[in-house]
């Protein structure tokens, strides 16, 4: 048994020594579609809306796994609307996103790598905007500064450039337990370019 948890360590060893090291620094930006998912005794609803994202990436890693660290800021929310009154009006948040993913190539050459990734993401939100009209229903007490949330997705690279296509599922950005509590879920498509 310690002869084979030895020669184990051994190969691990002796391959992560020979494996060439792959570091990444690049630029993205791109678009996603996101909405609120609302919970309470309240009839208010939530459509999609589009929006632009923009930041840096960084990947780590070696052979055909990696980390990837990200930061960029974003704007996400919905189109409320609240049927007994008539009211129709956007649900807005800014904030930050820190994704840190792990990542596998299922297909790797020299001129195109096909991957999969999923991680965490922290987000911080900036600003929360929402409808003047709900302002005796909403309270900004109620909005989260801090939201944690997890990602997964595909990605392809072809020499210098990335493109990601990605689902995000947030915790609650709203969470008043006694009127409605609102969770945020988007679709993100991001092209990148690797500066190093």
């Known amino acids: 048994m310690k002869r084979f948890l030895f020669a184990s360590l051994f190969v691990l060893i002796a391959s992560i020594g020979f494996a060439q090291p792959v570091f990444d620094l690049g630029i993205k930006a791109g678009m996603h579609y996101s909405n609120m998912s609302l919970d309470g005794d309240f009839d208010l609803s939530s459509d999609a809306i589009t929006k632009m994202h923009w930041g840096a990436f960084g990947r780590v890693g070696f052979n055909k796994f990696y980390i990837q660290p990200e930061v960029y800021f974003s704007k996400k929310g919905g189109d409320l609307s609240y049927e007994p009154l008539d009211m129709v009006g956007g649900f807005d948040y800014k904030n930050v996103d820190v994704p840190l993913l792990l990542g596998y190539k299922l297909v790797k050459t020299p001129v195109i790598d096909f991957r999969v990734m999923a991680g965490p993401v922290f987000s911080f939100v900036t600003d929360a905007n929402y409808p003047n009209e709900l302002d005796p229903y909403l309270s900004d007490e109620f909005f989260k500064d801090n939201l944690f949330g997890v990602q997964y997705g595909l990605g392809v690279d072809v020499l210098f450039f990335t493109l990601d296509a990605r689902m995000e599922h947030s915790g609650k950005v709203y969470d ?18 690797k500066i190093l």
């Open 176 to 193: 008043d337990p006694d009127f409605v509590t609102g969770k945020s879920t988007s679709f993100l498509l991001t092209l990148g370019f």
